[in-house]
């Protein structure tokens, strides 16, 4: 192609679907097509490339006057020394060219090596990463200060990847989690319709129960959303956590004595942090099910409160199951069951409920610790400002 227009023609739909650009395409021939269609890339690669370019002149014009002062020097050696009988006439000028082309080669040679490549591995690495592919890695830069950009940008696209894939892991999951009670209130209303089921009391009560779950799991993914923004709706007011404490302690002692689980609260009186009560309720409510929903018979769950210094601390420990190092590193991950042949309704949850209490603590001000030990149970530690 010339360099008039290529609308129409098969070099505009080429450049046009190439997946990526290389760094000289904005320099050679094409260089108005790759500015047509990527003006802001163009002009930020131009940019970048101007500016080394700049640097790489100043470089060059620090040597040759460096030279120059030494091929002065070596112009003016005839005159001091006695002992001295060549002509700089004749050979001064045929010194000061070889001089000057050896300090270009030299110079050029350490650009291209320190800047030139360095510089188009890290454009072309960028454009393809702009382009979606995250598999993308810098390699060979070497020493110096552009080897510490290739750690730092293989980092940042690792990061990038990995949110990526549990961006990719969590929508499979939401998709398969909303799907089950949908299937399940559709095959119950399909065998009413077909007159297979009576829609009877219990029949409307497992469609209620069903219904309650899908609405809860949505409020749920609602508000992750919400803390992933940061704008999860907080209403802080002062909160007596030892009251808190005894109305958990009533809503779980009879599923505790059912399970034949002890279940013990024990809190300092006068603690009082500032919080949204509503929040504070949920978390420890999520602990404390998850304390007794991987405890058995004959276990303990102790829930307790302690203020240190200008720290209220609130231990939910249980002698369960307790965890792994490698279910450690993935309990506050979303939609994670440490035991995947649980069941909802054999108290497996949707693998949300640690990851809302740690939002719930972040959001709150507080901090969230969690040890555990493979058959010994699990500690979950909250810490927030005292008031």
């Known amino acids: ?10 070099c505009s739909n080429e450049f046009r ?54 091929i002065r020097e070596i112009l003016q050696f005839p005159e001091r020394s006695p ?18 082309i050896g300090a270009l080669v030299v110079a050029g040679r350490f650009s291209r090596r320190s800047f030139s490549n360095p510089l188009e591995k890290i454009l072309d690495a960028a454009d393809r990463i702009a382009n979606g592919d995250l598999t993308t890695r810098i390699e060979g830069i070497g020493h110096g200060p552009f080897y510490h950009v290739e750690t730092a940008f293989n980092h940042m696209v690792e990061e990038l990847e990995h949110s990526d894939q549990i961006r990719r892991d ?10 089950t009670p949908i299937h399940i209130i559709r095959g119950y209303l399909e065998g009413i319709s077909d007159g297979i089921y009576e829609p009877n009391e219990e029949m409307v009560s497992l469609l209620m129960e069903e219904t309650s779950l899908l609405s809860r799991l949505v409020e749920d993914l609602r508000l992750l959303s919400l803390a992933d923004a940061g ?13 808190v404490l005894e109305d958990i302690q009533v809503s779980f002692m009879g599923q505790a004595n059912e399970e034949q689980i002890d279940f013990s609260v024990q809190a300092d009186s006068d603690v009082m942090i500032e919080a949204d009560p509503s929040h504070i309720y949920r978390m420890i409510n999520n602990l404390v099910s998850n304390a ?60 949300l409920g640690l990851a809302i209490v740690q939002q719930l603590v972040y959001a709150n001000g507080g901090e ?9 149970g699990t500690t979950f530690r909250l810490l927030f400002p005292t008031v």
């Open 368 to 376: 969230i610790k969690l040890d555990s030990e493979l058959g010994k």
């Open 1 to 10: 192609c010339n360099d008039e227009p290529c609308e129409g023609q098969d």
């Open 83 to 100: 002992h001295f009988d060549g002509d700089p006439k004749r050979w001064g000028p045929l010194l000061i060219l070889f001089l000057i």
């Open 292 to 351: 007794l929903s991987y405890s058995d018979a004959g276990d303990s769950v102790k829930l307790t409160l302690q203020k240190r210094s200008d720290a209220a601390v609130l231990t939910v420990a249980d002698t369960g199951q307790g965890m792994s190092a490698e279910d450690m590193s993935h309990v506050f991950d979303r939609f994670w069951r440490k035991d995947k042949s649980r069941q909802r309704k054999d108290g497996g949850g949707y693998g």
């Open 170 to 179: 969590q929508t499979a999951d939401i998709a398969h989690e909303l799907n």
């Open 231 to 243: 704008r999860l709706p907080t209403h802080p007011e002062p909160v007596h956590l030892k009251a």
């Open 17 to 70: 679907h190439r997946k990526h650009f290389h760094p000289r395409q904005m320099m050679g021939p094409h260089a108005h097509r790759y500015k047509r269609h990527h003006p802001e890339k163009w002009r930020s690669s131009r940019r970048v490339v101007l500016f080394f370019g700049l640097i790489f002149s100043i470089i060059t014009l620090l040597v040759l006057s460096g030279f120059f002062v030494i």
